[in-house]
């Protein structure tokens, strides 16, 4: 995968109240250019260390247990980090 861009920030589950990282990428590989963004529940500090729990837990996921989230509430603070990570996505997309 042919990521341009890739950055993570890690903030407190709305819902929760647990750490959750959110992952932002811009990607350009195999006829899709996009942005991607993924969460995990957990303090990860880097994209690298997200994707490697990332990795783990998809693998290792039993029913009943997954903290991958498809809907995921976000505090306004939350909301203006990840505007602030999607804008710069989206300018290296053009770089």
Do not use: W
Request: proline share 3%; hydrophobic share 35%; aromatic share 10%.
């Amino acid at each position: 995968m042919g990521s341009k861009y890739r950055k993570c920030f890690t903030s407190t589950g709305a819902l929760t109240e647990k750490p959750v990282t959110i992952l932002v990428e811009y990607i350009d590989a195999k006829g899709f250019k996009g942005v991607s963004i993924e969460s995990l529940e957990g303090d990860f500090k880097s994209p690298e260390a997200f994707e490697q729990a990332y990795k783990s837990h998809s693998s290792n996921v039993s029913e009943g247990s997954d903290k991958i989230y498809n809907f995921l509430p976000m505090t306004l603070k939350t909301a203006i980090i990840l505007r602030d990570l999607l804008n710069e996505a989206i300018k290296a997309s053009s770089a």
